[in-house]
């Protein structure tokens, strides 16, 4: 099988979708079949990349350091010939989204989509919300899906929300899997001693892009909590993005920088170090759907703490998985709580459930469901253009 992506997001951008992307498309060819990407320019990009189609974007508004598209609609129909794929899978409701459905109508093949993002919890940094506004967000989201033969959603909780957008096609939920890495025992100490970290410290770990809506300041907010009860912790935040100097100014504005550092951008094949270095995992985002980095923790044995939500809850049933917190002003005393049951326990996360949860989440798993979820699209696609076929020959003949 050929699988044309369409995607407003790709390395070398980083972000939760690019990594689903990414994940799905390695586990498609392990398996066999062949992805071509489609994607946007990007001034850090390589200048040729083997089944990589780039067309020419600009940033996109407030995030600068995304991109849209502004032309590629015949470039883009035509590499999709020349690949002579199969079936069309968009990934964003923007320009790429815009293309994919036109390259699937010319080529008279399925078009399937994944709706990755929550966007009412992003609106207020487009034009401080009055630009786009949430009923604009369901009447967009359901035009575009509702014009597709199926959505995948990475949660139950997407699906909800589709679902109260009047979406009408069959959604299936299919949460991105991630890679089980090996674990590797000298990794610990190898990253502590380049961040300059004893084995004794108690390190707690933020690794996402540093945006603003991701809420990392309230992480900042709840350090001088922890340090009351331990004063050996230290946090670690891994990434970058536009929220990277107010964090350092809060930092300091706190007298926190004995305690907190920045390490800046990571490839993705050395993000795994990182957990395995870490003691816990630590989120205060409420903007996550598909939480990446929460699935990467637990199969790095890094327990998380991060603000419960309907997705967090199904993964994390056990405290020594993570624990979940409702309020802002609970973070910090909750992060206390899970030192404190690690100290206790003094041992990795050793359960059961986690072996079951582990072949779940596996990027394996994920790609042998994105399979066999495109396998009855197609049927069930020329299925439906046979008895349209059949009703117009009918009717030609009446």
């Known amino acids: 099988m050929r699988v044309g992506m369409f995607t407003d997001s790709y ?18 060819e392990a398996q066999g079949h062949e992805v071509i990407i489609f994607t946007t320019t990007d001034p850090n990009a390589v200048e040729e990349e083997e089944n990589i189609v780039r067309l020419k974007s600009i940033p996109f508004l407030s995030f600068k350091d995304r991109r849209i598209a502004i ?17 069309v899978h ?17 080529l008279n093949i399925p078009n399937v989509h994944t709706y990755h993002t929550m966007y009412e919890k992003y609106l207020h940094y487009i034009a401080k919300g009055k630009i786009i506004r949430p009923r604009n967000v369901k009447t967009v989201s359901r035009f575009f899906c509702n014009r597709t033969m199926g959505v995948i959603v990475p949660s139950q909780l997407m699906k909800e ?4 957008y009047d979406v009408y096609k069959e959604i299936r939920v299919i949460s991105t899997g ?16 380049q961040l300059q970290l004893t084995e004794n410290d108690m390190v707690l770990l933020s690794l996402s892009r540093l945006a603003f809506e991701k809420d990392l300041h309230k992480i900042v907010e709840s350090f001088p909590t922890v340090l009351q009860h331990h004063l050996n912790a230290k946090l670690v935040f891994v990434g970058d993005g536009p929220a990277r100097e107010s964090l350092e100014e809060l930092v300091k504005e706190l007298d926190l920088t004995d305690y907190i550092q920045f390490v800046g951008e990571v490839k993705n094949e050395y993000v795994h170090h990182y957990y395995q270095m870490a003691d816990i995992y630590v989120s205060a985002s409420a903007s996550e759907t598909q939480g990446l980095t929460y699935l990467e923790s637990i199969v790095n044995d890094c327990p998380i703490v991060a603000k419960r939500n309907d997705y967090l809850s199904e993964i994390v049933r056990n405290p020594l998985l993570g624990l979940l917190y409702k309020e802002d002003e609970d973070m910090g005393i909750t992060i206390v709580k899970m030192i404190e049951l690690l100290k206790k326990t003094n041992s990795p996360i050793k359960l059961e459930q986690k072996e079951v949860l582990l072949k779940e989440i596996s990027s394996a798993t994920f790609g042998r469901k994105v399979i066999s979820y495109y396998k009855s699209v197609i ?16 009717k030609h003949y009446e």
């Open 11 to 28: 390395f070398p951008q980083i972000s939760g979708v690019a990594t689903s992307i990414k994940v799905l498309k390695d586990e498609l």
């Open 90 to 106: 968009t990934h964003t409701e923007f320009s790429l989204g815009i293309t994919g459905k036109f390259v699937a109508y010319m």
């Open 161 to 164: 929300k589709l679902t109260s």
């Open 379 to 394: 049927e069930n696609y020329y299925f439906d253009s046979q008895i349209e076929e059949t009703k117009s020959f009918s």
């Open 178 to 193: 991630v890679e089980i890495p090996e674990k590797d025992s000298a990794l610990r100490q190898t990253i502590r001693e």
């Open 71 to 87: 032309k590629g609609f015949s470039k883009a129909l035509k590499e999709a010939k020349k690949y002579h794929i199969d079936i």
